[in-house]
């Protein structure tokens, strides 16, 4: 339904389901990804539901294996992580976890979205083995990008700064993921800017 209302109202905004590259799948996450071919996919996004009830299965260990199996050598997970305000112990859980399976880096971002509780979500941006990814410097920076002033459509919040400033913890939350950090295995890097 949110795909055929993102179609009709705003036509501009879901042109990237036309792309060829683009698999869409709307379904059960846990299930599609079980019957992945190995090393398929370059990177997975999940915007998934609240942790809780049948969602629960998407923040805990069988998952995240399950994603990185599907994942290509230096393939990327960008995942929900919640509110750093209300789910600083779910945040922790999926970091030691997603530390545990991915090789390469897991880095916390967040960003403030008015209709999340609390007026901000989480991403948890994992990578594997393999060419390393930086997450906090955009390799195409969207300020380089001509499409946007050619068609007149300049983005009018994201630009760099804006996205390496989601990846600034709080002292806080810094504190909280620390021991995270401090724990991590050489080449296992966890940020926590």
Same mark, same amino acid.
């Given at each position: 339904?949110?795909?055929?209302?993102?179609?009709?109202?705003?036509?501009?905004?879901?042109?990237?389901?036309?792309?060829?590259?683009?698999?869409?799948?709307?379904?059960?996450?846990?299930?599609?990804?079980?019957?992945?071919?190995?090393?398929?996919?370059?990177?997975?996004?999940? #915007?998934?539901?609240? /942790?809780?009830? *049948?969602?629960? @299965? +998407?923040?805990?260990?069988?998952?995240?294996?399950?994603?990185? &199996?599907?994942?290509?050598?230096?393939?990327?997970?960008?995942?929900?992580?919640?509110?750093?305000?209300?789910?600083?112990?779910?945040?922790?859980?999926?970091?030691?976890?997603?530390?545990?399976?991915?090789?390469?880096?897991?880095?916390?971002?967040?960003?403030?979205?008015?209709?999340?509780?609390?007026?901000?979500?989480?991403?948890?941006?994992?990578?594997?083995?393999?060419?390393?990814? #930086?997450?906090?410097? /955009?390799?195409? *920076?969207?300020? @380089? +990008?001509?499409?946007?002033?050619?068609?007149?459509?300049?983005? &009018?919040?994201?630009?760099?700064?804006?996205?390496?400033?989601?990846?600034?913890?709080?002292?806080?939350?810094?504190?909280?993921?620390?021991?995270?950090?401090?724990?991590?295995?050489?080449?296992?890097?966890?940020?926590?800017?």
């Amino acid at each position: 339904m949110v795909i055929d209302v993102s179609h009709k109202f705003f036509p501009e905004l879901s042109v990237g389901f036309a792309d060829p590259r683009v698999r869409l799948h709307v379904g059960d996450a846990v299930e599609y990804l079980q019957h992945a071919s190995e090393g398929n996919y370059d990177v997975i996004i999940i #915007d998934s539901s609240d /942790p809780i009830g *049948p969602a629960q @299965k +998407l923040v805990e260990k069988p998952f995240f294996d399950t994603i990185a &199996r599907a994942l290509r050598p230096g393939g990327v997970l960008c995942n929900m992580a919640e509110s750093m305000w209300l789910h600083t112990h779910l945040i922790q859980d999926m970091i030691s976890v997603c530390r545990e399976i991915f090789k390469g880096s897991v880095h916390y971002a967040w960003a403030s979205v008015p209709t999340y509780p609390s007026g901000v979500i989480g991403f948890l941006l994992c990578s594997k083995e393999g060419s390393p990814v #930086d997450f906090l410097n /955009p390799v195409n *920076p969207i300020e @380089k +990008l001509d499409g946007g002033a050619k068609h007149k459509r300049e983005l &009018r919040f994201y630009n760099s700064e804006i996205h390496s400033a989601a990846f600034a913890l709080p002292t806080f939350l810094k504190r909280e993921v620390a021991a995270l950090r401090e724990s991590s295995p050489p080449g296992n890097e966890i940020c926590v800017s």
